[in-house]
């Protein structure tokens, strides 16, 4: 058996262990839109959310509160004038109207809430403009008994002591000596209930949540209805904000169907959010948050309400193609010049540029004399000292 052994010398011996050439790493010359995006996160929601509950439904005849009937399910787009539940065999109307109920209303009272059930009911056709202005008066009566009695509902009503008659006792309590009438009995008039009706500001108005079941109590939430157009809340911490104004593009991703929509941003708060229990959106780390409001461009679908969704804002745009370079290949001279190194096969040149807009990790780049640089060529963005990669 023959073995052979290969001597090397010093010199060979640190040829072999030197570390490969450094490999110089380019990168082309493209044509782009570039354009500086925001990425947060927001919810989306609406600008009125009203908890509806039975309290107080069926008033004394009921013996105890319970929903009778469900007539609603979530998700669902709501018509001013519907019954969305039945508590104790009483109905639960939705009606248009800014002011929440706070009261009974019958004959005799008046004030802005009596306009508004007025206006409400004139809009579903049943006017009352006999009526003194903000009063609740005979057409009123009129007007109530027929919008209940068309949906299959007697209206809420309330017994009122007679007044006095001709034949009964007079102020010194002697009689008049005529014969005693009959004692009339006891009157009623028409009410609407306070617990009878559920007020949105404006439309459209949906579902948003029912956990009322038939036989349940009445009392608690049982439904939340959402009305007006749906929005998106978010924020931003305080290095962003200063890129955000209205107006600005935005993409919106919903983190759980994937259901994508664009809108803009409608506004951005001047001061920063208290952060709270019933914040919008994930408070930003280490410092204060803005809110900032989405406007979609088309209605969302309701069964996006309250759902978390990802926005993507276009903060700055070139609005057209520019010509343009990775930051890494600009450098700045001692006067302020910035310049790229042009790679052509082994030849290098140096160019001078204006630099424009820096978005995405690319700069618009303007060469002083145009015939320099053009869309295709290599600029130099770096080396890689461990030799492993190539030119770019």
Known sequence: MITASVI?????????????????LTAAVEKKILSETVITRGKVATSQQISVSGEGAGGKDAGRSVVTKVFVKAGKPLRPGQALLEVSGRPIFVLKGDIPAYRDLGPGSTGEDVSQLRQALRELGYASDVDPAGTFGPGTERAVTLFYQARGYEPGTERRAPDAGPGNASADGQGTGEAPEEPSKPASRVVVPVAE?????????????????VGDQGSGELATVSAGDLIVNGSVGADVRKLMKPGQKVSIVSEVTGDKATGTVESVADKPTKQGKNAESTPQAGGDTYRVKVRPSRPLPTSLAGEDVRITVTAASSGKAVMAVPTSAIS?????????????GARERRVVVDTGMTADGYVEVTARDAKDLAVGDRVIVGVDASGAAGAG
């Open 8 to 24: 090397k010398s010093p010199a060979q011996a640190a040829a072999d262990t030197r570390p490969p050439p450094a490999t110089v």
């Open 197 to 213: 009706i559920a007020y949105v500001r404006a439309e459209p108005a949906f579902v948003e949540n029912v956990s009322a079941q």
């Open 332 to 344: 700045t001279g001692e006067n302020g010049q910035a310049t790229v190194m042009v790679r052509q």
